[in-house]
């Protein structure tokens, strides 16, 4: 996958999970949106894994916060041998 | 009030505070994720002077949300305002660092104390209604009730609508469920093994003591 098209990816996770209205601008970090609260963030975090056939840890789980972090973990991962 | 009641979760655990925990209480409080807390002590000395009224205050159990895995403290929650009458209590003092990934685990298990333990019909929380984060948090846990209080307590001097969510001893089994197996989520990926099924109630890895 691009880039852009991971990006996409995520934020149409991120709109799923969140039940938003519209999908939120990929500068979106987590302190923007009351609903990517810690429960949530798991559900978020699941569906990443599913949709990039991933599995993130601990550390990657926590750092997840905002769009662009998202994305560049799931860069390096699909980078990764 | 003193207590002994320690109650091991998957990752987690609730146990007493304690005056060796005055350090660590001064620096979650005084943090900006307890900006909707009433403001505490700002100094060890003043953390153990109330801590010295808590332990004479009946009906008041604070707890630390400790790592078992590090061992170390990541959280404080506590249960109190315990009413004879409702037989309900509120929970509250919940404050995590977020890059522990405590928080749904340390909900978990305050639920579990005030079920399990102290055998509630029902417990709730207060959150002020500027603290959307939170809110969210006990919206996606699923209470059935959610209901506002008006200018319910100042902070700093302004009054601050209060948001209750409250849980009944009815539905608790279908949340026990779900943060379960958020928790248990969690806890794989701390302790870096791929997921697998949550176990179930009464499981060797959460019992309770006290």
Sequence with gaps: MTRPEIEATILDIIRTVFNLTKTPPPTTKRIDLPQWDSLRHIDLILSLEEAFQVEFNAEEVAAMDSVQSIVELVLERSRAP | MRHNIVLDGFAFRLRPVHDDDADFIVAMRNTERARYLHKG????????????????????????????????????????????????????????????????????????????????????????????????????????????????????????????????????????????????????????????????????????SH
């Design chain 2, 41 to 208: 002590a700002t100094s060890r000395e003043q953390q153990i002077t109330w801590l010295q009224d808590y332990y004479g205050r009946h009906g008041d159990y604070y707890f630390v949300v400790e790592s078992r895995i590090d061992g170390l403290p990541k959280g404080l929650i506590a249960l109190y305002d315990f009413n004879a009458s409702r037989n309900d209590a509120l929970w509250g003092r919940w404050i995590v660092d977020s890059k522990s990934l405590c928080a749904t685990e340390s909900v978990w298990l305050i639920h579990r104390v005030a079920f399990e333990i102290f055998n509630l019909d029902s417990d709730y929380s207060l959150t002020a209604a500027g603290n959307a984060s939170v809110i969210s948090f006990h919206d996606a846990c699923g209470y059935q009730i959610k209901i506002t209080h008006p200018r319910y307590y100042t902070l700093e001097g302004d009054y601050h609508d209060a948001i209750e969510h409250r849980l009944l001893r009815s539905q608790w089994p279908a949340i026990d469920q779900k943060l379960r197996q958020k928790a248990y989520v969690i806890y794989r990926k701390l302790l870096g093994v791929p997921a697998c099924p949550t176990p179930q109630q009464n499981s060797k890895h959460s019992n309770a």
